[in-house]
């Protein structure tokens, strides 16, 4: 029988953060896949000189995350790829639309000609993120409970400005933007930020999604690895394999063993038995881990009657076009942005949203595109364009054939729209369907990509239900390290550096009584749950 420190379930790119901080540690770590490349849900594939993101393609995070930069990832192949101008949103038929510049200053330039005075409110706004980025990012990615690091926001903003910044982190994005700005262009910005997630713009904590993503891509844009995402999963495995760790692809895990309350090691696929002396990390669903891996005898009834109320974020349709020229946008910002949100604007956001939280195919949708040759000319040949469009189902109907062929052509009508005469220039064509997300990676259960809601019923204590939050569970050892857990989905490594960061804890002896007290706690909580 095997034996190592830790076993590190599934590679996504969680997991290969745990492994290379757990490997950085002096621990013997095993990574299994069961896929035949790393990477989860960051991953690409290539048919001759095109190159297509499986999942996700844009990661303002992943560049703004000091996980990630931390890991030195640029030793390892990682380059970052910028389009002229990050980011443009076209409402309806919107002959100029609104962009989001590289320079604040060009930003705030067209916001104040649609609406004078927004270009002043647009810098004082980035200015506020300049001044809690740092803080703010490590206390949403770095630790759990963050309570070092807000502190650290506290007094980096003052106990005067705490309370309306702890406000504005519940507010809906409408009302957000109707608070700091006059006209639509501002407002459009903040609100297809928001749509990033599946938080409704009337919800909230959507103004607070949608501040982020719109102050990152300020900050740092909407970049891409070069080469493809694929470039991001590569490196984080030369990486951990360079501090040590071992990945194994192509086999996964069939059962996590436990006895007396501890993990003990994992039974793989392929019939082999690695013992644990230390750890086992699952970046998986939660689902995988309580309802799959473990045996139903190791799991609280408390707890799987809490893990019956998980709610999946909405369910994906993504639609990839190769094109033979650029995209014939009819506005002007479209062209060399490279990403965009289309379709509505902030009051027809509400009705898409509204009308997909009723369960109903929006006859109109809403969509974010994106421009990944603009981006990177290296994703397919000299003057063609590799696009991708994804826009969401309501949950209740997801896999219906017909609601997938009624949202398809509801996009080629969009692009219609705003690009006379799109179509001519296409050359392929590849759609997945929610299903087929779910078929690549079974972590996206019913084409939901971003690990469950993002809603804040489901977010830090909550996630992925009560009384977890952070990556330990009810057994000593066994640790949860994927966009389940907070601070939930992206591309940022967060999770898996949380992970890693407890199991390191509990492992030295003056963390060991702090382990088994809340490993204990997290028990004596699922145990009785009426």
């Known amino acids: 029988?095997?034996?190592?420190?830790?076993?590190?379930?599934?590679?996504?790119?969680?997991?290969?953060?745990?492994?290379?901080?757990?490997?950085?540690?002096?621990?013997?770590?095993?990574?299994?896949?069961?896929?035949?490349?790393?990477?989860?849900?960051?991953?690409?594939?290539?048919?001759?000189?095109?190159?297509?993101?499986?999942?996700?393609?844009?990661?303002?995070?992943?560049?703004?995350?000091?996980?990630?930069?931390?890991?030195?990832?640029?030793?390892?192949?990682?380059?970052?790829?910028?389009?002229?101008?990050?980011?443009?949103?076209?409402?309806?038929?919107?002959?100029?639309?609104?962009?989001?510049?590289?320079?604040?200053?060009?930003?705030?330039?067209?916001?104040?000609?649609?609406?004078?005075?927004?270009?002043?409110?647009?810098?004082?706004?980035?200015?506020?993120?300049?001044?809690?980025?740092?803080?703010?990012?490590?206390?949403?990615?770095?630790?759990?409970?963050?309570?070092?690091?807000?502190?650290?926001?506290?007094?980096?903003?003052?106990?005067?400005?705490?309370?309306?910044l702890a406000r504005m982190a519940l507010l809906p994005v409408h009302q957000l933007a109707r608070e700091h700005f006059g006209g639509a262009g501002a407002a459009q910005l903040l609100a297809g930020n928001a749509m990033h997630a599946d938080i409704p713009p009337t919800a909230p904590g959507s103004g607070l999604y949608g501040w982020l993503m719109t102050m990152l891509c300020q900050d740092v844009g909407f970049p891409s690895p070069r080469g493809g995402t694929r470039q991001l999963a590569r490196a984080l495995r030369l990486r951990a394999e360079a501090a040590g760790a071992r990945v194994e692809t192509g086999v996964g895990a069939g059962r996590v063993v436990v006895a007396g309350g501890r993990v003990h090691g994992v039974e793989l696929s392929d019939g082999r038995r690695v013992r644990v002396r230390r750890a086992v990390v699952a970046d998986t669903s939660a689902q995988r881990l309580y309802e799959d891996l473990l045996d139903p005898a190791d799991v609280p009834a408390g707890l799987r009657r809490r893990l019956a109320r998980f709610a999946w974020d909405l369910p994906t349709l993504k639609l990839n076009l190769r094109l033979d020229a650029p995209v014939p946008w009819t506005a002007p910002q479209a062209r060399g942005a490279g990403v965009l949100h289309v379709g509505h604007d902030v009051p027809g956001l509400i009705r898409w949203s509204a009308e997909l939280e009723a369960g109903e195919v929006p006859g109109a949708p809403f969509a974010l595109v994106g421009q990944m040759s603009t981006i990177d000319p290296s994703r397919s040949p000299e003057g063609t364009e590799a696009l991708w469009l994804y826009t969401h189902l309501p949950r209740h109907r997801p896999a219906a054939a017909a609601a997938v062929a009624a949202t398809v052509e509801g996009c080629e009508r969009l692009l219609e729209s705003l690009a006379p005469g799109w179509s001519q220039h296409e050359v392929g064509r590849w759609v997945q369907t929610p299903g087929d997300l779910e078929g690549a990676d079974a972590n996206l259960v019913g084409g939901a990509v971003g690990g469950g809601t993002q809603q804040l019923f489901q977010q830090a204590l909550w996630r992925p239900v009560t009384g977890l939050g952070g990556p330990r569970t009810h057994v000593g050892g066994l640790y949860l390290g994927s966009a389940a857990t907070h601070p939930g989905g992206g591309v940022h490594g967060g999770c898996g550096h949380l992970a890693a960061r407890a199991a390191l804890q509990d492992a030295r002896w003056w963390g060991r009584p702090r382990g088994r007290a809340l490993t204990g706690a997290l028990r004596w909580l699922h145990d009785e749950q009426p």
């Open 1 to 164: 029988m095997q034996t190592v420190d830790a076993v590190v379930v599934g590679a996504g790119h969680h997991g290969l953060v745990t492994a290379a901080l757990l490997a950085d540690a002096g621990w013997d770590v095993l990574v299994v896949e069961e896929r035949d490349e790393v990477g989860g849900a960051v991953a690409s594939r290539v048919d001759g000189d095109w190159v297509e993101d499986e999942f996700s393609a844009c990661h303002p995070l992943a560049l703004a995350s000091p996980v990630l930069r931390d890991l030195g990832l640029e030793h390892h192949g990682l380059e970052w790829a910028h389009a002229p101008r990050p980011l443009a949103h076209l409402a309806g038929r919107d002959r100029d639309g609104i962009a989001l510049h590289a320079d604040p200053l060009d930003t705030a330039a067209d916001l104040d000609r649609g609406h004078p005075g927004d270009g002043a409110a647009w810098l004082e706004m980035v200015e506020q993120w300049q001044r809690v980025r740092e803080p703010l990012i490590r206390a949403l990615l770095t630790r759990w409970p963050p309570v070092a690091d807000a502190a650290r926001l506290v007094a980096r903003i003052g106990l005067r400005e705490a309370p309306d």
